[in-house]
């Protein structure tokens, strides 16, 4: 089982960044998929995360709602976070991991970076 997150990079206040976790070894469909974030010195904390199955019932953090969008591709394999309207509080280290808060992480990826520039 891995999960390989990219798409991070440097933007500018209002800018946007596509994020993806490429799963392999198990079928995402099966399985809840979270992003998470850890800024420096901060706790890491949930950003988003979309259920297993056909609902594709997504969850937002408070910050992230209206400006993050969760999605799942399952012929890919690929969970995708886009993130519009980037701020400067939104730089952090992005995570993708397998499960839900409620039950817990089981894999997680590498994690990728975010650096919004005001």
């Known amino acids: 089982v891995q999960l390989q997150a990219s798409g991070g990079g440097l933007v500018q206040t209002g800018g946007s960044l596509r994020l993806s976790c490429a799963a392999s070894g198990f079928p995402i469909h099966y399985f809840s998929i979270a992003w998470l974030r850890q800024a420096p010195g901060k706790e890491r904390e949930g950003v988003s995360c979309?259920?297993?199955?056909?609902?594709?019932?997504?969850y937002y953090e408070d910050s992230a709602k209206g400006r993050f969008t969760i999605s799942r591709d399952d012929a890919k394999n690929t969970v995708t976070l886009e993130m519009n309207n980037l701020k400067p509080e939104d730089t952090a280290l992005y995570y993708c991991?397998?499960?839900?808060?409620?039950?817990?992480?089981?894999?997680w990826g590498q994690g990728t970076l975010v650096t919004v520039s005001s």
């Open positions: 991991a397998r499960g839900r808060a409620s039950s817990g992480y089981d894999y």
């Open positions: 979309i259920e297993s199955g056909d609902t594709r019932t997504s």
